[in-house]
């Protein structure tokens, strides 16, 4: 299996500078080696058989500025996605993001949330006037009140506990079926991460925690997410769990989970998810996590 590397630099140029200018775009759209990336309106994209790889191809289409979104520059290639009917085999970044490359990775979640913000965007929130995509696709502006308006993120934390046994504090919800992972929840207006971390574990297993560690981020485009990884050490263990948030919460320990995965009875995250690369860290005994 791939591991996410979310660390290091993107080899997606994203133009900031050059993109204000229409005609600048328009041209990239013509460019001989430019290629355009199809997603449907649930946010799943074009792949190969068995989504390995995006399939990506020319625009053969007149360029269309309030459509064709510019993603960026990927070693002097234009990038551009449009939201349409698609053929063939389609994923969503859920189901391929691990299995593609790092740039094409970088695309397929840039695409997915700039199409999201697009769906609901389209209307200005100060006078609910019809907004225009301006910059190659990202910002949109209000004639009326002269307003730009740029892609919403939303920071969440997502939180590994380990109690003074180093186990892991795993739980699931009811949609889950019997998939378990680690805690998450939106950063609130007002907050900081870690405020968040006190506040969301507290809610949610009614556990309370010390000392914090970051451990890294990864863009979530369900809809527009940026989640923040985190591990944190329990100082109490008696859980409690609130049942609009969980259906259930337990400490284990590796052995346990192993155990547990190897029976089918319960499913770790999907590998495209930081979740995932959060439990796999703890398992193989990485240390420093917190």
């Known amino acids: 299996m791939l591991v996410l590397n979310w660390a290091m630099a993107s080899d997606l140029d994203r133009v900031d500078h050059h993109r204000t ?3 600048w775009v328009a041209n990239l759209w013509r460019d001989s080696e430019a290629r355009l990336l199809k997603i449907d309106n649930k946010s799943r994209f ?3 058989v068995g989504g390995s790889k995006l399939r990506m191809t020319k625009p053969f289409v007149e360029y269309d500025d309030q459509r064709h979104r510019l993603l960026g520059m990927l070693n002097g290639c234009p ?15 859920r189901e391929v993001g691990f299995q593609l490359s790092d740039s094409e990775r970088d695309i397929a979640a840039t695409a997915a949330a700039v199409c999201n913000w697009h769906r609901t965007a389209q209307f200005c929130g100060r006078c609910g006037s019809e907004t225009l995509a301006i910059n190659g696709g990202f910002a949109r502006h209000c004639d009326i009140c ?44 007002g907050e900081s991460a870690e405020q968040t971390i006190h506040r969301e574990i507290a809610e949610e297993a009614d556990i309370e925690v010390g000392e914090t560690r970051y ?8 809809p527009r ?13 008696e859980i409690c769990v609130d049942a609009d948030e969980l259906e259930h919460a337990a400490w284990m320990t590796r052995a346990e989970v192993r155990d547990a995965v ?20 703890w398992l193989e005994g990485q240390p420093d996590l917190i």
Do not use: C, K, Y
Not at 79 to 93: N, Y
Not at 153 to 160: F, N
């Open 79 to 93: 990038v551009f996605v449009v939201e349409a009917l698609t053929e063939g085999e389609v994923h969503d970044f």
């Open 146 to 189: 002269g307003i730009d308006d740029f892609p919403r993120t939303d920071p969440a934390v997502i939180v590994g506990v380990l109690d003074d046994r180093d186990r892991l504090l795993l739980g699931g919800q009811p949609s889950w079926g019997n998939r378990i992972s680690v805690l998450a929840g939106f950063v609130e207006t």
């Open 46 to 48: 074009t792949t190969n």
């Open 225 to 237: 997410s940026l989640m923040l990884g985190f591990f944190a050490r329990a100082l109490s263990t």
């Open 262 to 281: 190897a029976a089918g009875e319960v499913r770790l995250p999907g590998a495209s998810s930081i979740a995932s690369r959060m439990i796999d860290a």
């Open 21 to 23: 200018s229409p005609e």
């Open 215 to 222: 451990f890294g981020s990864q863009p979530w485009p369900f």
